[in-house]
């Protein structure tokens, strides 16, 4: 495991799942809880949790299958990964946190923010989507075009494959990043490694096909379209992400009672490794 001067690391039983936490700062202090997106896991975080860590207790999941958490042969859907969240803080004797999300944690923020309101302080999502996707008839070609590697990712066979190898989510991770110098590098020494174990590599692919063949469809035909996030949130979005483009999540607005969204030039779909110095400080002044 990568080491991060002055975090523990603690080991968490929840709902049959072990799950890892990376832990920085003074337990007196105002927790904070970071969840991770796709390839990664807990080091993602490293540059912006000792800017935090001043002022709160910051903690980092691996969430289930990732990281150094327990792959399970089932349990991700989405609403079952933020029941997760929810069984930790109850595991943690954390009664509420700030929330950050980024990419499929990003997700699964929201719905800890839909499901377990009373949990969370304040939200902010990164380079992410949410669960009120719109899907008209003008926007079926290129939504469903971005999401076609998606669908590579979901195959049983072929996507524990795509995860396990470096080179091609390499590819991905370079593509997707505007500062892939200090993206790349770590991806390829750090998280990559931990895909290469067979029942990991599944767990991402299982990321994806219950997105695909159960969420999706679900989400699009408004299985939260009665719902509002109420939580007060913050959309922090890498303008050079040339996957996630504001036309895909800025309609958030009709969906919340509370929400900002600040974008980020000259950053691409990983702000908290491309640009940590303003991704913090937009985070100590939304949580202050």
């Known amino acids: 495991m990568p080491v991060l001067e002055g975090a523990e690391h603690h080991y968490v039983d929840v709902r049959g799942a072990r799950l890892h936490v990376a832990e920085l700062g003074s337990r007196d202090a105002p927790p904070v809880l970071l969840l991770h997106g796709w390839p990664q896991h807990w080091w993602t975080w490293r540059s912006l949790m000792p800017l935090l860590s001043d002022r709160h207790r910051v903690l980092a999941l691996d969430l289930r299958g990732f990281g150094w958490s327990e792959a399970t042969p089932r349990g991700y859907r989405k609403e079952e990964l933020a029941d997760d969240v929810a069984a930790l803080l109850d595991a943690l004797a954390i009664e509420r946190v700030s929330l950050v999300g980024h990419d499929w944690g990003g997700v699964i923020g929201f ?5 377990h309101a009373a949990r969370v302080e304040r939200y902010v999502a990164m380079n992410t989507g949410h669960v009120w996707p ?23 066979a072929l996507g524990r494959r795509i995860n396990a190898s470096p080179r091609i989510v390499g590819r991905v991770v370079g593509a997707i990043s505007a500062q892939s110098d200090c993206v790349l590098p770590t991806y390829q020494e750090h998280f ?39 939580t ?29 969204i600040e974008y980020l030039e000259g950053c691409g779909h990983f702000p908290a490794e491309e640009c940590p110095q303003t991704v913090a400080e937009h985070l100590r002044a939304f949580f202050t």
């Open 111 to 115: 719905l800890v923010c839909l499901n």
């Open 134 to 156: 719109t899907l008209g008839l003008k926007a079926v070609p290129k939504q469903l075009g971005a999401m076609a590697y998606q669908g590579l990712l979901a195959s049983p």
């Open 192 to 230: 990559a490694p931990r895909l290469r174990d067979p029942a990991r590599a599944k767990a991402a692919a299982q990321l994806y096909r219950t997105f695909q063949l159960y969420e999706y469809p679900k989400w699009v035909r408004g299985l939260y379209g009665d719902r509002r996030l109420t």
């Open 232 to 260: 007060p949130t913050l959309w922090l979005h890498g303008l050079s992400d040339p996957f996630f483009k504001p036309r895909m999540f800025e309609d958030i607005v009709d969906h919340a009672d509370d929400v900002r």
